[in-house]
């Protein structure tokens, strides 16, 4: 049914593993959304790598943090392109490569503004093999950092945050998309989680029972914010707030180096002509700063997080979009 492929590359000692998802975007750029039943004319069209897992592990390998991609493709022409895709980025990568199911793809519309709308088919990635993740466990010993995302079947998921803890490495979700059967138990394993406004309403109803408006969300004061990510359970809650930022509230126990409980930070101004991924930019980069900026407090690895997934957001696509650590230096200072 499946056999796992690893480039050589891929036994290098990494410090951050991504276990995540791989998708083939297919972008369509328009000047607005179609109606219902309307049909418009594309202005443009690109295909490109991406998924939240495989465009987090691009962000943080282009910041030179040496970062382990483990997912699932289909034994198909979109599976050769990501492999092929992680060789060019040279990016170690240790594929689960299905026979029965084929490589995901998404469709996303973007509007003129920078908004998209997209429609994904997961396919593979909600078949990654719990025991090929725990058959990684070599990568695990010398490592980190964990990042992970919902993109994939959560039994795979709950493999890796077990071999995370059983290895002492920091346990980072980004709970994108919310999965419908994520429960406290699991989100209690992590120790850092990156949500957006929608996915931290997502998690206030199900974990807390209590019901908010995700598009008000970025208005609230700041100490009513951090008593709701209390209520989650989670040690690190770091709310990506798109043109609003991005609010990080810390645990009783945890502040990471910051001298603050809670604290908002701005959004850096740019010329958005793409949003997508710009939250796989900010998860990514943020756990490849904890590592470049390891000793120096949190509230530093968040403000270079925030300047790169607004960086990503002036390029169209995702895993391509990425920027590189130079780049955002140059760019913002560090």
Partial sequence: MSSPVSRPSSHVSPIVIVVGSYVQDHAWLTDRFPQTGETRRALGFNTGPGGKGFNQAVAC????????????????HLGAIAQRF???????????????????????????????LIVVNL?????????????????????????LQLENNLDAIAAALALGARHALLRVLNPAPVHPALDAMLLAQCDLITPNETEFALLLERIAGEHIDAATLAARADTDLH???????????????????????????ERRGDTQAFYRLAPERVKTVDSTGAGDAFSGTLVAALVRFAGRPFREAVVHANRAAA?????VGTAPAMPRFEAVSARFGT
């Fill in 61 to 76: 390998a282009r910041q030179d943090v040496a970062t382990l991609f483990v997912g699932a493709i289909g034994n198909d």
């Fill in 86 to 116: 992680a060789d060019e980025e040279e990016l170690p990568c240790r594929w689960q490569v299905r026979d029965d199911v084929p490589t995901a793809a998404s469709s996303i519309v973007i509007d003129r503004s920078g908004s998209n």
């Fill in 227 to 253: 008593l709701l990510a209390r209520k989650l359970g989670v040690e690190t809650v770091v709310i990506t707030l798109g043109a609003h930022g991005c609010f990080v509230s810390h645990g009783e126990h």
């Fill in 123 to 147: 396919a593979a990635n909600e078949h990654l093999d719990p025991a090929f993740v725990e058959a990684q466990a070599d990568a695990f010993e010398g490592a980190a950092v964990l990042l």
């Fill in 311 to 315: 960086m990503s957001t002036e390029i």
